[in-house]
């Protein structure tokens, strides 16, 4: 019997980005937010963004990833922004309430999930999100790659949570819709509501999540997902001519 753990992403490959040593994969990720928060969604004007690159002053001090599908084109992106000088995030900047009880930790132990996304192409089902996780019941997959499993999102958030292993990173922010969430707590990903539904890029509420009690969670009730999460990651090795400009 192997010891390999289940593979939860066996279609696509998640991989951390550095800005200065993957410069083309990083350009691929700021396409990708171009045509999903100008183009697509609305969220951003388009003319601000005259070269189809979305890039904002966070980007500076985040980790950036990505998921590659097996033509190593790029399927998804995610960002984790540490605190800016002041110990703010992102978030606070249009989440201004928040619950009474809400303790925050220290800015130096957390980060804040941003930009997360998953490519059109592979959000074909109805109740898709942004983040390639179905939130209707109903919803049927559709064909092999898209599974029951939301293969691309989970194998950036285990790239994001080694990084936040490795980093000292012990909590997770998060601005997303209460549909998402309620998701991604089916899924063992423990995210508390810390205030009131806003409008952040539509309506969406600000969470948390303690890594330790994730753990806990995600190994009562997928213990087989924690050891993934946790196994070694494959090195993954792209050449820049396999990009060429304008592929998906």
């Known amino acids: 019997m192997s010891d390999e753990p289940t593979n939860f992403a066996p279609y696509f490959a998640g991989r951390s980005l550095s800005p200065q040593a993957d410069a083309e994969l990083m350009h691929r990720a700021q396409r990708l937010r171009y045509e999903v928060y100008c183009q697509e969604c609305g969220f951003l004007p388009q003319e601000a963004y005259p070269d189809g690159r979305e890039t904002d002053e966070?980007?500076?001090?985040?980790?950036?990833?990505?998921?590659?599908?097996?033509?190593?084109?790029?399927?998804?992106?995610?960002?984790?922004?540490?605190?800016?000088?002041?110990?703010?995030?992102?978030?606070?900047?249009?989440?201004?309430?928040?619950?009474?009880?809400?303790?925050?930790?220290?800015?130096?132990?957390?980060?804040?999930?941003?930009?997360?996304?998953?490519?059109?192409?592979?959000?074909?089902?109805?109740?898709?999100?942004?983040?390639?996780?179905?939130?209707?019941?109903?919803?049927?997959?559709?064909?092999?790659?898209?599974?029951?499993?939301?293969?691309?999102?989970?194998?950036m958030f285990r790239q994001m949570y080694q990084h936040s292993l490795a980093a000292g990173t012990r909590y997770w922010y998060a601005a997303m819709e209460r549909p998402l969430a309620r998701a991604l707590v089916r899924l063992g990903f423990a995210f508390e509501p810390i205030g009131p539904?806003?409008?952040?890029?539509?309506?969406?509420?600000?969470?948390?999540?303690?890594?330790?009690?994730?753990?806990?969670?995600?190994?009562?009730?997928?213990?087989?997902?924690?050891?993934?999460?946790?196994?070694?990651?494959?090195q993954l090795r792209v050449r820049s001519t396999r990009f060429s400009p304008g592929a998906h």
């Open 58 to 155: 966070h980007d500076a001090r985040a980790a950036h990833f990505c998921a590659l599908d097996r033509r190593l084109q790029m399927a998804g992106y995610v960002r984790l922004v540490s605190a800016d000088a002041q110990g703010r995030f992102p978030f606070q900047d249009h989440c201004a309430t928040l619950f009474d009880d809400a303790a925050l930790p220290a800015p130096g132990e957390a980060g804040e999930i941003s930009r997360l996304m998953v490519h059109p192409q592979y959000r074909r089902r109805r109740g898709d999100t942004l983040a390639g996780v179905t939130v209707l019941q109903e919803a049927a997959p559709q064909v092999e790659r898209r599974n029951d499993s939301p293969q691309i999102m989970l194998c």
């Open 197 to 234: 539904e806003t409008d952040y890029y539509g309506p969406v509420a600000p969470y948390l999540a303690d890594l330790r009690q994730l753990e806990l969670k995600v190994g009562e009730a997928k213990p087989d997902l924690l050891n993934w999460m946790r196994a070694p990651l494959p």
